[in-house]
């Protein structure tokens, strides 16, 4: 079935995708989840200039602390601790998300405070926890470089400023896609390339309900649901925390208490550890905390192995080769 004439996944696609849809063309299984684009296009030299801040401890006010730091490209683009060290050598109030597929995402952060990738990047610059800084004391130090100074002047006429800088972090976070995982081959058509085991697991994932709120091309990353919408997560949990409230710290409004993002689950397998507390180290107690927070259900163990199977299908790669689960 061709794309163009599938109005559900067309709307899915716009829905869950802000940046053009690419597959014009492309024969699709239809399905509510779609493949990572092969490819987007970017200005490659901004591209290389955000790689380069996105790796500089420059960017912190000690000089330490790079982003790649509590991102690691090798490493899932997370940190792979249940909750990342800060600039004082504590530990973050919450868990790092991953970088990959940001861009997919319809906002940024767990509670979603961010609705584009460059007002992400100054609430990380900003953040007291992380890199700490400020303009007026960040701008000086990129100008005192001849190497930035050049790199900057060469793509923005207006040379290092705050838009330019976020817009060159940005634009290299749009590049951090993982397209090519096993189950976007499946999606375009190779059904060879799962198990009899992990269609079985995505079977499962439809039939009993994960699919509502994982779905899209970053299966999740573009609705807000409650955590414990059939039990109450926190109190089994305890030691209720502020970041625990996600959306109210955003909007103060009652109803939002303990709503998320719901978090994209492409590379699930190699982020770890889980939820925005980072409570869970194995794939299969998230999936049965799931199950009984978010659908009021209990799923059978046999069934909750081929979710866990299937989810493993959804690791995918970056610069041709697949992410790795080094630090797990
Ligand atoms: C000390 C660790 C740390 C550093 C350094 C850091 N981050 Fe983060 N990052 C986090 C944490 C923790 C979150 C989640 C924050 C939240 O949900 O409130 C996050 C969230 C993000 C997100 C949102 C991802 C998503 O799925 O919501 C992006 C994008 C991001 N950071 C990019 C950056 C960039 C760019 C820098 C450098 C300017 C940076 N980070 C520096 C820990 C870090
Ligand atoms: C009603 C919406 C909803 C349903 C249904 C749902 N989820 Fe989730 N899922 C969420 C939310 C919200 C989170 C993030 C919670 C948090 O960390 O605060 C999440 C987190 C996850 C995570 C952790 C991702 C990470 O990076 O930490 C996994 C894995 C996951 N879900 C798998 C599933 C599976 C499998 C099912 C079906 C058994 C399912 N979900 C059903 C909303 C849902």
């Known amino acids: 079935m061709r794309i163009d004439k599938t109005f559900p996944t067309l709307l899915l696609c716009i829905l869950s995708f802000n940046l053009q849809c690419s597959y014009a063309g492309e024969e699709l299984k239809n399905e509510p989840i779609l493949p990572i684009p092969l490819k987007i296009v970017l200005n490659p030299q901004k591209v290389a200039l955000g790689e380069k801040l996105f790796h500089d401890p420059l960017l912190s006010h000690n000089n330490k602390m790079a982003c790649a730091q509590c991102h690691q490209l090798n490493?899932?683009?997370d940190d792979g601790l249940k909750t990342s060290i800060t600039n004082n050598g504590k530990p973050d109030l919450i868990n790092a998300p991953?970088?990959?597929?940001?861009?997919?995402?319809?906002?940024q952060t767990w509670r979603g405070a961010f609705k584009t990738l460059e007002l992400q990047a100054e609430g990380d610059l900003k953040n007291p926890r992380?890199?700490?800084?400020?303009?007026?004391e960040l701008l000086p130090k990129l100008k005192s470089k001849a190497h930035y100074k050049t790199d900057f002047n060469a793509i923005y006429p207006e040379?290092?400023?705050?838009?330019?800088?976020?817009?060159?972090?940005?634009?290299?976070?749009?590049?951090?896609?993982?397209?090519?995982?096993?189950?976007?081959?499946?999606?375009?058509g190779n059904n060879n390339a799962l198990t009899a085991d992990e269609k079985e697991g995505y079977t499962h994932f439809k039939r009993y309900g994960c699919i509502a709120c994982h779905q899209g091309v970053n299966v999740g990353g573009n609705v807000f649901q409650k955590l414990g919408l059939f039990d109450n997560y926190f109190e089994h949990r305890g030691k209720i925390?502020?970041?625990?409230?996600?959306?109210?710290?955003?909007?103060?409004?009652?109803?939002d208490r303990?709503?998320?993002?719901?978090?994209s689950?492409?590379?699930?397998?190699?982020?770890?550890?889980?939820?925005?507390?980072g409570t869970f180290k194995d794939l299969q107690d998230v999936i049965e905390v799931m199950a009984k927070?978010?659908?009021?259900i209990r799923i059978k163990e046999k069934h909750v192995l081929k979710i866990k199977k299937f989810l493993q299908t959804l690791t995918g790669e970056y610069k041709g080769k697949p992410l790795n689960k080094d630090n797990k």
Not at 164 to 180: F, G
Not at 246 to 254: A, C, F, Q
Not at 265 to 277: E, I, K, Q
């Open 75 to 77: 490493n899932g683009g």
């Open 98 to 107: 991953t970088v990959f597929n940001s861009i997919f995402n319809f906002r």
């Open 130 to 136: 992380h890199a700490a800084t400020n303009w007026q």
């Open 159 to 188: 040379g290092i400023n705050r838009e330019s800088v976020l817009d060159a972090i940005a634009t290299y976070e749009k590049s951090l896609i993982t397209p090519n995982s096993r189950f976007d081959q499946y999606l375009r």
């Open 241 to 255: 925390t502020k970041a625990d409230y996600g959306l109210y710290n955003v909007t103060k409004d009652e109803k």
């Open 258 to 263: 303990h709503v998320f993002r719901v978090p």
């Open 265 to 277: 689950l492409r590379n699930v397998a190699v982020t770890g550890p889980y939820l925005h507390d």
């Open 293 to 296: 927070f978010q659908l009021g």
